[in-house]
């Protein structure tokens, strides 16, 4: 039985757990894929700027993933160069598309179904913008245990699939506009072209407020990681919304539950018995020191903290440091254009004095939200700490919990989220 045969009679047996508890959301069993949550890496040093794996030729569809991890501690200011760009591809090839034969089909509840070429999107009107994208599975308690070398410094692997961009494309309320969406049209399900048709659930009120079907990154066309020729962006929401080498989209009138919402962007909840609840769409408030940070070294005197932070829901108001464990906060700088729903760098004056420290970041965002501790946040999601510690600790997505690193007497610096 291959790979293929095996997770989908594993999909058939979970999604025959799954009941229905009313119109906003379902219950699905808890035991996901464990392949689901492997990744490949690359090197990460400062010199490796190339971040392409090359593709497993004759590689058949499958559940493999493939995962690159931006160096967060090895660049400066808010954008990531486009070659640094986290990837997270769900089929084990990148789809080679010809821009000129790409179409992009909006179909469904609408009054007039229509098909465009790159051509057509690019005589539209345009905007450009500065976006983090960042995968619902970054920063998750799993990772920390990660010893692999090859997967760079712990804020790399841990934080590094988070990114920023300024995208460049066509509102997705100008297409929809043409296409014209009929009354009960409310939902839209995207879908890629590539081997897996990866494909996610939108809902219209979101799709008309601020998203766009990208075709520019960095003043660049998209690069084929992240979806050439064109991709949807989604600001602010969960990576998996952001469907790459788009080609339809369907207006329905319900959310549709595509095999990658349902099996991999649900977290199980021990209070619920193991089951998930709904999934989750914006990303929170969030920040982490790229700079000290695990695995590099500390000297005595003056050095400069620094670090990105971000929200789904705008922008970033205020980044406060702690270099006591979180006893006394103090507010840092934010530094350079604080735009919403994009990383924001903040920099924090210091002084190393030799002694233990433990220093850590946190965010509030103009909403008031507050970058929560990990204590505060498996309260909140219904674990205790010592959950994590277990072996088959829960899946955890939407991690946003605040980040603290040890500073040790000798000067080496480690992960102290769960030491
Ligand atoms: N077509 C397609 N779109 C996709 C994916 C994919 O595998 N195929 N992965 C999704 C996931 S899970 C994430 S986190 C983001 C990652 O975007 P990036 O690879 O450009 O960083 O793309 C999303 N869109
Ligand atoms: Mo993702």
Redesign the pocket.
Known sequence: MDSNQSDRRRFLKQASATVAVGAAGFVAGAQLPAKAQQAESQPAGTDEHVHRVPPRRGARYSLDHMTHYTPLQDYAGIITPAPL???????SEYPEIDPKEHRLTIHGLVDRPLVFSMDDLKRLPSVSRIHF?E??GNSSPAIHASRDPKMGLPVQFIHG?A?TSEWAGVPLSVLLNEAGLKKNGTWLVLE?A?A?K?SHTLPVGKALDDCFVAYGQNGEPLRV???FPI?LLVPGWE??F????LRHIKVVDEPYNTWNESMNHSVSRPDLGGKARWYHFQWAAKSVITRPSAGMEMRKGYVQITGLAWSGAGKVSKVEVSTDGGKNWREARLDGPVVPKAHTRFNYDWEWNGQEAMIQSRCIDETGDVQPSMAELAEHWGYTMADWQKPEKPRAIHMNAIQPWKINRDGSISDAMFA
């Open positions: 760009h986290f990837m997270q591809q769900h089929s994208v995968c619902h699939m990114s890629g590539d897996g990866f990681e992240q979806g991709r990576g998996p952001n469907v790459k080498y």
